[in-house]
């Protein structure tokens, strides 16, 4: 049995481990060279014209936030089949209140409209995915969050520019300093970044600010804006849904593809209808959001490539694109769901990534994220392995590629 502490001993050890938890621990709960990083930002911002009273009143009680890490951090159990993303994003409720949000504010959406020559529905689809119509902006500090991920070495160099970029927007435009983000820093009901913000955002309503939480005026202006600077083209669409003809060759998928619909036709591409496509003197390329058997094809325009420039995700700009047209009365795809979806998990595509590595198909680094890179290789080893190259990946992918490891 071990004997008892007296109680004289245990209040001096307790004193001497207080003391040097104190000694050994940065004030406020900040890591270790925080203060310092702070101080270091602070001649930057100063340097580039930022007023040290502006600094200093954003910084007063600024302290990293342990949760903006876990969510930088977060790795997905699973990743969303094309039709779970999208049933999540255009619901029945959404596209209602999205035609009543469309004849709500149809006046200031045709002033913004022929400003910058973006259609309305389109401005409409966009709010609605970036904050429900403005229901959500975040819920985070945003100087303390671009802070927490500026001072992160993950990804340092881009949220400090970020944050950089905050205090200009915030001495510029009467942002106040507690203005509320996303976890990630992206402010207002259009989401914006602050270099976004700072390089896009206008005072629609002439007011003498911008002002991106409270301003509808400003927040469809600004949209417009965007949009437009990325080379949106407001006399065409996005792109529609089509029917591919048997035997098509899948290896001419993929937006790093583009023909004109007149060599599109000539190869038997047709509307989903099975009208032909239009005869008009543009190009196109063939997407599969869900693979070659798990979803629709898809032909897209330019508008489609801008979307892309607000948001790099295939199946955002999908998104987007496809409530605009039910906001307009068009209906819902026509290609049939597959009875059953098996989604990947992150480390199911990690897998494959690696695999296609040692197959000797270059996916770049195996960071679970199916991007340019790990479709270009998936296509190689299908092509390779004499199967459909539509460059998605499958469970039965990741199979394939095991049993060739094995081999």
């Avoid at 954003?58 to 159990?77: K, M």
Wanted: proline share 6%; charged share 25%; net charge positive.
């Amino acid at each position: 049995m071990i004997a008892p502490v007296p109680s004289f001993r245990r209040k001096v050890w307790s004193v001497i481990l207080l003391a040097a938890f104190l000694l050994s621990s940065p004030a406020r709960g900040e890591p270790a060279g925080f203060e310092d990083w702070v101080s270091e930002l602070r001649r930057e911002a100063l340097a580039k014209g930022v007023d040290a009273a502006t600094f200093d009143r954003a910084f007063a009680d600024v302290a990293p936030i342990e949760r903006v890490i876990e969510l930088d951090r977060r790795q997905p159990e699973f990743t969303q089949t094309f039709w779970q993303y999208l049933d999540k994003r255009v619901t029945p409720a959404r596209i209602e209140r999205g035609r009543a949000q469309l004849a709500n504010h149809r006046a200031l959406l045709e002033l913004v409209s022929r400003r910058y020559g973006v259609q309305p529905r389109f401005l409409v689809a966009f709010w609605a995915l970036e904050s429900n119509f403005g229901d959500y902006t975040g819920t985070f500090p945003a100087v303390a969050a671009l802070a927490t991920l500026a001072f992160d070495e993950r990804r340092g160099a881009f949220f400090r520019q970020q944050l950089l970029a905050l205090l200009a927007i915030i001495e510029k435009d009467g942002i106040p300093v507690d203005a509320n983000s996303s976890w990630a820093g992206a402010m207002g009901q259009p989401q914006f970044i602050p270099t976004t913000y700072r390089d896009f955002a206008v005072d629609f309503d002439g007011n003498g600010k911008r002002d991106l939480w409270n301003s509808l005026a400003d927040v469809f202006g600004s949209s417009a804006n965007y949009l437009a600077s990325a080379g949106w083209q407001g006399n065409r669409t996005w792109g529609r849904e089509v029917r591919l003809p048997a035997g098509f060759d899948f290896g001419l998928t993929g937006l790093e593809i583009a023909k004109p619909l007149a060599e599109w036709r000539r190869l038997g591409v047709r509307k989903a209808d099975g009208h032909g496509l239009p005869r008009v003197d543009i190009e196109g390329s063939i997407i599969l959001p869900g693979g070659a058997t798990g979803g629709p094809a898809l032909m897209v325009y330019r508008n489609f490539r801008a979307i892309m420039i607000w948001n790099r995700s295939i199946l955002y700009a999908v998104a987007v694109g496809h409530l605009a047209d039910r906001l307009a009365g068009k209906g819902a795809l026509v290609t049939p769901r597959p009875e059953k979806e098996v989604p990947l998990s992150r480390s199911d595509v990690m897998e494959i990534q690696r695999l296609l590595q040692r197959a000797g198909f270059d996916a770049g680094s195996p960071d679970g994220v199916v991007g340019p890179n790990t479709r270009k290789a998936i296509k190689g080893f299908q092509r390779h392995a004499r199967l459909p190259p539509d460059g998605f990946p499958t469970i039965g992918l990741l199979e394939r590629l095991r049993s060739t490891a094995g081999n």
